[in-house]
């Protein structure tokens, strides 16, 4: 029997069920024109997102202003003045202005109708025209010097980074773009980037004749180096190569001998570095740790400006390249281009007090708006039937105000999956102040019942707009109602952001009911990325295995033996994220090294993402159960992987969330250890309960021989509707239990019928994805309970064999991997794999 057919021999009921859900349900990603994989990168770190404070500027051509991207605008200031006047308000988001060599049209990248085109706009009469509106996502536009031509980043070519050339003309005509650098199959083994070489961020020589990118272009790892070519595209060198990560966006100077660009060479955080057109060897040109980014020259080349995130949001800075003095570019007033109005908000518990919630705001047009001192976040998917663009929101300690044009606003006030969510419309006019007050009520307080919510995974920083620190993670968790915080430090390929914040106890910044704590998300492509919780000494550093073409090729350590010196510092220990597609041994066309099975069978994993970042909910509970019916315990967990620091994120901090039985007080320790026991759920909205005869999650409810019915308590409140609540036994769904009339409700006591050793769960699903949940679909699932009959271990025959066939394609990979340090490494490699494999062949028996 295959392995396919006996999946669907073993998991019928559950099979049939989820099928019914579409994978993606109606939601889909911001800007799915891109090929280029794991979108969350490329869409944070190169394409232009909306951030609170400035993005990106452009000097004018006499050196005495900057135009700049704020908020979805554009903004022109003099340097000598501090007031900004709005050139641009919609009916899109606006960004990465380039202010033409004759001072008289500004192009600029403008997000709107499901793609971002160039536009250009004319500074005398206010008009903004297209110039390539191609449905494609064209960014980085920069005028040659001559003012001719535009060379700019696009996906218009296979949905992959090429870099374009093309003439705008004067009177509204413009010549066809052209493609200028090559399609190339690297036929190296990337991970984070396309097999195809890609071709970002130009900047023009000062005679127009060439061109430095950015190209991965023989490259592994990152986003490439810098690359010298002639405007045509025909003759191509490699000046310089540092591991760039999306940011480096190089600006030549005017003088032709120097080049400024973003880096985190040997750092943490990126700052401006100096080389010459030839490459040469670089020099710093700033200095902390936060992220310098989006340099650009002045005309005269005596002066830098450059975006920083040094207070946390987004700032716009002059630099004196001799001198080293920096004077800030702050809008302290500002003049809008229609008129305005004041909204102010309060949010407050049912006694009054003010309560930390998350905020979104949305005009009739569909855009977004955030106070000007709070950072503006936006989901990365949405469904186009129901919205012209993405989720915007803001996390606020219980009041705000907002600048907004005079229009009608939908107001969406929420706090977790305990709070009810609540929706205002405002009207604002023109001068107006209008106030809108909101006292959240309570829908479930588990709080009060013992139960305390976690994210198991989230990245404070992680190359991100803005920079994160503990007390703004602090604010965001509460906003969120999440009481403890596992912010997962972890590399971004040559860099691990977060290191210098470590240390072996919950951080200062914590307070009575939001825990704030350090631990470690191990990396390796090959065996599965892991997590690692309450580390009390160090970090393992330098924290990933199996990187090709780096000095930890290697298979070693594999993740049983980081699992095992993690726990030598008491730590809790994972898996995160684990399958977005479901993991067929039998299939030969697709990889499958990942290691859950193997050091699950080993004794080494406590705790697995059952609700986590991942687009196919089926594959990872498929996997899990198999283990489940081998008589394996695996607790429930629950990770968003939330880049925290990031402006476009799948999620806020706690949208996937385990609440965990540990009883108050809330201490890290005793949370810790209920997780591990697995008297927790995991859930993206949906608050679901179970007991068997008084016997709680995580628990073990003994039978008498031949089994017998059990009473089976359960209950559900949701704030989003779910489309069925389940049984869940052995891997089989066997029975439905009835919905309150909305869906968002349930409390049942029925009866089961148990005959054999195995497990129990509850799980909630909804078909389609429904605000404020920010996932694929409304999903939650309880730990097991777990259901002993005669004494009789559970046992499953048929999942013991499909795992000893997964073992085995592990083993040809291990057998087949070149990069190894030693002997002794293989052959420690392959021994673990059979005391696995032996252990599943015992329980097939």
């Known amino acids: 029997m295959s392995a396919l057919i006996a999946r669907a021999a073993l998991l019928p009921a559950l099979w049939l069920a989820l099928s019914a859900v579409p994978a993606h349900a109606q939601r889909a990603p911001v800007l799915r024109q891109v090929r280029t994989p794991h979108a969350y990168y490329f869409r944070e770190m190169l394409i232009p997102q909306l951030t609170t404070g400035p993005s990106a500027a452009a000097w004018s051509p006499d050196g005495r202003e900057l135009i700049y991207s704020m908020q979805g605008s554009l903004w022109r ?3 000598d003045e501090v007031e900004a006047r709005q050139l641009t308000d919609g009916p899109g988001y606006d960004y990465q202005p380039d202010w033409s060599p004759d001072g008289r049209r500004v192009v600029y990248a403008s997000y709107r109708d499901d793609a971002i085109e160039l536009r ?26 001559e003012g001719t031509r535009v060379a700019y980043t696009s996906s218009a070519y296979e949905g992959l980074w090429h870099v374009f050339v093309v003439t705008p003309g004067t009177e509204g005509g413009r010549g066809e773009p052209v493609r200028v650098t090559r399609e190339r199959e690297s036929g190296l083994p990337r991970y984070y980037y396309h097999r195809q070489d890609q071709y970002l961020s130009p ?49 030549w100077s005017r003088d032709g001998r120097r080049v400024v660009y973003s880096s985190y060479l040997g750092r943490q955080w990126n700052q401006l570095w100096l080389m010459t057109s030839e490459g040469g060897d670089p020099l710093q040109l700033t200095y902390g740790e936060f992220d310098a980014t989006a340099p650009r020259w002045s005309p005269a080349g005596d002066r830098i400006a450059y975006v920083s995130n040094e207070r946390g949001n987004t700032s716009l800075w002059v630099l004196d390249v001799v001198s080293g003095a920096r004077r800030e570019v702050r809008a302290a007033r500002r003049r809008y281009r229609h008129p305005v109005g004041t909204l102010r908000l309060a949010v407050t518990d049912a006694g009054g007090a003010p309560m930390p919630a998350r905020v979104s705001i949305v005009g009739s047009d569909g855009r ?39 229009g009608t606003y939908r107001v969406e006030v929420s706090r977790g999956p305990e709070y009810r969510v609540v929706t205002r419309s405002v009207e604002v006019s023109e001068s107006s102040t209008p106030m809108v007050r909101v006292a959240l009520g309570v829908l479930d307080d588990l709080e009060g019942r013992g139960w305390y919510s976690g994210d198991l995974h989230v990245h404070m920083n992680y190359g991100g707009a803005y920079r994160n620190d503990p007390t703004r993670l602090a604010l965001q968790a509460r906003a969120e109602d999440l009481h403890v915080v596992e912010n997962l430090i972890v590399n971004k390929e040559g860099r691990v952001p977060d290191v210098a914040w470590f240390r072996p106890r919950p951080d200062p910044a914590s307070r009575p009911g939001t825990l704030i704590a350090h631990g470690q998300e191990y990396h390796t492509s090959f065996w599965g990325h892991v997590g690692l919780l309450g580390l009390t000494e160090h970090l393992l550093l330098p924290g990933y295995t199996a990187y090709a073409n780096t000095g930890v090729a290697t298979l070693q350590p594999t993740n049983a033996r980081v699992f095992d010196l993690a726990r030598a510092q008491g730590a809790v220990t994972g898996y995160v994220h684990p399958y977005d597609a479901y993991p067929d041994p039998g299939d ?10 193997v050091d699950l069978a080993l004794g080494k ?42 402006a476009s994120l799948r999620g806020p901090v706690g949208m996937n969330r385990v609440y965990v039985r540990s009883g108050a007080p809330l201490e890290h320790r005793r949370w810790l250890s209920a997780l591990k026991a697995g008297r927790s759920f995991a859930t993206n909205g949906p608050l679901i309960g179970m007991t068997v005869e008084g016997t709680g999650l995580g628990g073990e409810l003994a039978l008498p021989a031949g089994g017998r019915e059990v009473a089976v308590s359960v209950r559900l409140r949701s704030n989003v509707p779910v489309d069925r609540l389940e049984l869940v036994l052995n891997g089989r769904v066997i029975r439905q239990i009835p919905l309150d009339g909305d869906g968002r409700s349930a409390t049942a006591l029925v009866r089961v019928s148990v005959d054999r050793s195995g497990w129990l769960l509850l799980q909630a699903r909804g078909n389609k994805a429904a605000y404020p949940t920010l996932d694929i679909f409304p999903y939650a699932t309880t730990s097991p309970i777990y259901l002993t009959v005669g ?15 997964w073992i085995d394609r592990m083993r040809g990979a291990v057998e ?30």
């Open 203 to 251: 900047t023009w020589s000062p005679d127009g004749r060439e061109l430095i990118v950015i190209s991965n272009r023989g490259r592994i790892w990152g986003s490439g180096g810098f690359w010298r070519l002639d405007a045509e595209g025909e003759r191509e060198r490699e000046i310089h190569y540092e591991e760039t990560t999306w940011k480096a966006k190089p600006d």
């Open 77 to 79: 200031q003099r340097l």
């Open 588 to 597: 030969s066309t697709r990889t499958l090294t990942h290691a859950l099975p």
């Open 120 to 145: 250009l706009l004319d500074l005398d009469t206010g008009r903004s025209s297209p110039l390539v509106a191609n449905g494609a996502v064209n960014i980085e536009p920069r005028w040659s010097p």
């Open 791 to 805: 004494g009789k271990p559970a046992r499953s025959p048929e999942d013991a064999r499909y795992f000893m066939a």
């Open 368 to 406: 977004s708006y955030v106070p000007s001192d709070a950072w503006h976040h936006a989901d990365d998917a949405f469904d186009r039937a129901e919205r012209r663009f993405e989720y915007g929101y803001f996390h606020t300690g219980g009041s705000a105000t907002l600048t907004l044009p005079a």
């Open 816 to 845: 087949a991997h070149e990069d190894w340090n030693t002997d002794a490494e293989r052959r420690e490699t392959l021994e673990m794999l059979a005391k696995a494999r032996a252990e599943y062949e015992r329980r097939a028996e």
């Open 605 to 646: 994993v406590d705790y697995y993402e059952a609700v986590g970042f991942v687009d196919d909910l089926r594959a990872t509970a498929e996997v899990w159960y198999r283990l489940l019916n081998c008589g394996f315990r695996l607790a429930a967990g629950g990770g968003t992987d939330a880049m925290a620091n990031f």
